[in-house]
């Protein structure tokens, strides 16, 4: 069995703890740092900006969201620029290959709360020129675009301009937090796969921010990809939570016919309760021991844990035109390139 592992996370917030919490990349008291990193395989990662709340957690919307929003990625920005040497900000395809060939981590960046542009459709080219690659509608609150699955309302109509506005962009829709009749009203215009970035299965554990299984079928007939969250009341009802209750929400997906769409998105520095055995972004080669010897095969693990999500976004940020996505002969020649089946 291997001891290391590469590892590709849909789902992080250590962009914005970072900045909240005046710390470096490098080396900090966060899930993720560059120290960490370096004990894995490999690592590309989505760091999200979720701004929509303060340190005390109330909501913030308007000016004030839009001001931390730009604060937090500028810090970032700063980041990424020290460590240019072995990190790559990855906005297309092309960048993820050239990381890859480069012996370099990739970074994406993702936004969890349009506020911070006013829900506005005609401001996603914005967010797109910033570098972010996905977006989900909302955080855990109503906005103008949909209802959360705390207040469940649906997609109003700015919401579905801002969805098909985003896709035409080739930015992902990331349908985390979102409401279920929200998530079924994408599903009836969207033009292209979605994300469920860190969501759960619903059937393991009885929470609004996971999963029905019909939903989640629905995201694999879409050709889309969801990430395992190491959220505890995301993962089971009882007190503490163990690396067989992640085994057991990715067996269950992948009872569902899942095993090419799942992937992980831990929602590192975003939750402060995590499965014992897992204390940081090390402890990823801990839990790919724990699932081969849970009895999951070594490759879908690696699948898991790193190429699901590879080739999604290589599909993903390739396509020439909405719904037009490469060939599978030429997909795998590029895997095969970055040897992303290591």
Not at 152 to 167: C, H, N, Y
Not at 203 to 209: F, G, K, N
Not at 276 to 291: H, I, T, V, W
Not at 336 to 341: D, F, W
Request: glycine share 8%.
């Amino acid at each position: 069995m291997r001891n290391t592992f590469p590892v590709f996370d849909l789902h992080c917030d250590t962009a914005v703890a970072l900045s909240d919490t005046n710390q470096v990349w490098a080396e900090n008291d966060l899930h993720i740092d560059l120290n960490k990193e370096s004990k894995l395989f490999s690592h590309t990662q989505v760091y999200s900006f979720c701004c929509v709340y303060d340190e005390h957690g109330d909501a913030l919307t308007g000016p004030e969201a839009e001001a931390k929003f730009i604060r937090c990625i500028s810090n970032f920005y700063s980041e990424l620029a020290k460590h240019s040497d072995t990190h790559k900000l990855c906005r297309t395809a092309d960048d993820l290959l050239e990381a890859a060939k480069e012996g370099k981590h990739g970074v994406f960046l993702s936004l969890e709360g349009p506020e911070v542009i006013g829900c506005d459709p005609g401001r996603l080219d914005e967010l797109k020129d910033l570098g972010i690659v996905m977006t989900t509608l909302t955080w855990n609150h109503a906005n103008l675009l949909a209802g959360s699955h705390k207040t469940g309302e649906g997609l109003t109509a700015q919401g579905k301009a801002f969805v098909r506005r985003a896709q035409e962009l080739g930015i992902i829709i990331d349908v985390s937090h979102l409401s279920e009749q929200a998530f079924w009203d994408i599903c009836d215009i969207s033009m292209s796969p979605i994300v469920a970035s860190h969501s759960n299965s619903r059937a393991i554990c009885d929470h609004s921010r996971n999963l029905t299984d019909r939903q989640f079928k629905t995201i694999c007939n879409f050709d889309g990809l969801v990430g395992l969250n190491l959220y505890r009341p995301f993962l089971t009802t009882a007190a503490t939570a163990t690396f067989d209750d992640v085994r057991r929400h990715a067996e269950h997906f992948i009872e569902l016919g899942g095993k090419h769409h799942l992937s992980l998105g831990f929602d590192l520095d975003g939750c402060d309760e995590l499965p014992e055995g897992f204390r940081d972004l090390s402890d990823c080669n801990g839990l790919g021991k724990a699932l081969i010897e849970g009895g999951m095969d070594e490759q879908l693990v690696l699948n898991l844990m790193n190429n699901n999500a590879a080739r999604f976004f290589l599909q993903y940020l390739q396509r020439r035109n909405v719904g037009e996505f490469l060939q599978m002969d030429e997909l795998t020649r590029q895997l095969n390139e970055i040897n992303v089946n290591t």
